[in-house]
Nanobody, 117 residues
Framework: QLQLKESGGGLVQPGGSLRLSCVAS????????LRWSRQAPGKHLEQVAL???????NYADFVKGRATISRDNAKNTVYLHLNSLKSEDTGMYLC???????????WGQGTQVTVSS
């Protein structure tokens, strides 16, 4: 079973960019699909981006064209690049890993992103 730890959040001005990282410890990282979600105050958890075991990516409409999810299996890491940040991108960004066809899944504790001038 994996354990996940996110980093890279912080305070950024509108229009700025960030790169979030999620490092996994454990085995078989390449067998997991990975997702970034976010939780804004008073809002439901939203899926931001997903990357499959084969590297195929898909994005929520609200970040399309502004986000890139990628993975480096050699480093057991998944990244989320966010550009042209808006105040509504503020929230706790959480990494989630799941192994398709099994019950194995795990959440990280999150990294806070605050977009404000």
């Amino acid at each position: 079973q994996l354990q996940l730890k996110e980093s890279g959040g912080g305070l950024v001005q509108p229009g700025g960019s960030l790169r979030l990282s999620c490092v996994a410890s454990g085995r078989d990282f390449s067998e997991y699909a990975l997702r970034w979600s976010r939780q804004a105050p008073g809002k439901h958890l939203e899926q931001v981006a997903l990357i499959t075991r084969n590297g195929a990516a898909n994005y929520a409409d609200f970040v399309k064209g502004r986000a890139t999810i990628s993975r480096d299996n050699a480093k057991n890491t998944v990244y989320l690049h966010l550009n042209s940040l808006k105040s509504e991108d503020t929230g706790m960004y959480l990494c989630y890993a799941f192994r398709p066809g099994t019950r194995y899944d795990v959440w990280g504790q999150g990294t806070q992103v605050t977009v404000s001038s």
